[in-house]
T-cell receptor, first 112, second 110 residues
């Protein structure tokens, strides 16, 4: 079982609210990733980090922001949630370039 | 633009047969390629990694090949079982990014 945790697992929130999705790993991995996945669809990389104080945008444009102040923590924030943000958000980490990625259970976000 | 393409159609096979999945890519020079399994509602789980200088890798009933000239990887599940039913994703890695294909859904009939 991978030591990477996402909270909450499910979140239903109203339009315009600010939300933060939490992701923590206890493996000391430098690389961390956020993916967005709609049901039955592919994973889209929205943010990644290769270490503390480094964050980069991924392949899919996203209105979310991330921070990496500590190695183990990579939260994702939406300043003003909209129904178009409804999706599953998956966090992952890897030790270094070229090694396997470990995924969390995901957060299923519904914005009403 | 960079593109990763997997078998667009789902694969339905009889138990005991070999499933072969394809991953093609364009405008990439990946240092490595990985295969993952994803079950509904869950995050992907790593299966195999193959590097650009490797041709083939095996793990139990799984085999992956990597042809950087053709820009293609093949993933084989031999002696398939109903428990192998899932969506299989290929992922390409370069620098610090790891990008995924859309996946191929495999259903193994008993």
């Amino acid at each position: 079982e991978a030591d990477i945790y996402q909270t909450p697992r499910y979140l239903v929130i109203g339009t315009g609210k600010k939300i933060t999705l939490e992701c923590s790993q206890t493996m000391g991995h430098d690389k961390m990733y956020w993916y967005q996945q709609d049901p039955g669809m592919e994973l889209h990389l929205i943010h990644y980090s290769y270490g503390v104080n480094s964050t980069e945008k991924g392949d899919l444009s996203s209105e979310s922001t991330v921070s990496r102040i500590r190695t183990e923590h990579f939260p994702l924030t939406l300043e003003s949630a909209r129904p178009s943000h409804t999706s599953q958000y998956l966090c992952a980490s890897s030790a270094r370039r070229g090694t396997e990625a470990f995924f969390g259970q995901g957060t299923r976000l519904t914005v009403v | 633009s960079q593109k990763i393409e997997q078998n667009s159609e789902a694969l339905n096979i009889q138990e005991g047969k070999t499933a072969t999945l394809t991953c093609n890519y364009t405008n990439y020079s990946p240092a490595y390629l990985q295969w993952y399994r994803q079950d509904p509602g869950r995050g992907p789980v790593f299966l195999l990694l193959i590097r650009e200088n490797e041709k083939e890798k095996r793990k139990e009933r799984l085999k992956v090949t990597f042809d950087t000239t053709l820009k293609q990887s093949l993933f084989h599940i031999t002696a398939s079982q109903p428990a192998d039913s899932a969506t299989y994703l290929c992922a390409l890695g370069s620098d610090y990014k790891l990008s995924f294909g859309a996946g191929t859904t495999v259903t193994v009939r008993a």
